[in-house]
């Protein structure tokens, strides 16, 4: 049996409601995300127009893969605009190095406008990105928010980090640390692999178990760096 699709009016329900949960929830990272999304009417009504946009945009479709679809796109974009404030935040980038960051990615703010749009873009997106995850994995029962998504998110956290530390390289690095820069081409193209696995899940199923085998410790076996797919008539 075919499930039906869901309405804007039940995605919007469902995504207010989760916020609420996150604003009671002993998880001091959505907590926090809760409480300033909620700390006045205005950040509110903010992230409220703009969540409203996402979920139109997924509410268009009326048939339920399709809204899958569009909720694991809406989702990677998520995870792109949070990206900066969560490198900024976790690294404690602070001084001349905060500075020509944010400069690279804000050129037409001051530092002090780019501190406090960065911040404001972090609030919504991750508020967002709480919702579009519930969404997907409770209401909709799209696998893919399950591991796919949160593989692709720890490997874009580190193609990100690995792209600032280009732009802030320390005075005192490492000699092994000059070679890092050379793997951002790779790690882009796994993004570009694991991007594809998530939008064509029926189709990556074969891999994401051969994928799942190379994760599973063994012995004192280390951690491998995320699999590299070949698609289906890729040579």
């Not at 039906?4 to 995504?15: C, D, G, K, V």
């Not at 692999?193 to 280390?222: F, H």
Request: glycine content about 4%; some cysteine; proline content about 5%.
């Amino acid at each position: 049996m075919q499930r039906s699709a869901f309405s804007y009016a039940r995605l919007m329900r469902e995504s207010t409601d989760r916020v609420a949960r996150a604003l009671r929830s002993h998880d001091a990272k959505e907590h926090v995300v809760a409480q300033r999304v909620l700390a006045t009417p205005g950040s509110w009504n903010a992230w409220e127009l703009e969540h409203s946009g996402l979920m139109r945009q997924v509410a268009d479709f009326v048939v339920l893969r399709n809204q899958a679809v569009a909720l694991r796109h809406a989702s990677l974009r998520l995870i792109h605009g949070k990206a900066l404030f969560e490198y900024l935040k976790k690294h404690s980038v602070r001084g001349a190095a905060r500075a020509t960051i944010l400069a690279h990615f804000h050129r037409t703010l001051d530092y002090a406008h780019a501190v406090v749009a960065e911040h404001t873009v972090y609030v919504r997106k991750a508020c967002s990105y709480l919702c579009a995850s519930h969404l997907g994995t409770d209401l909709v029962q799209d696998p893919a928010f399950l591991d796919p998504m949160q593989q692709y998110e720890t490997l874009f956290t580190e193609y990100f980090e690995l792209y600032c530390s280009t732009l802030i390289p320390a005075v005192d690095a490492k000699p092994e640390s000059e070679s890092e820069p050379a793997l951002l081409p790779l790690l882009k193209e796994q993004l570009g692999e694991w991007r594809w696995v998530i939008l064509n899940p029926k189709q990556a199923l074969p891999y994401l178990r051969r994928e799942s085998e190379l994760r599973r410790p063994s012995g004192d076996t280390q951690k491998l760096r995320l699999l590299k797919f070949q698609k289906p008539g890729g040579k």
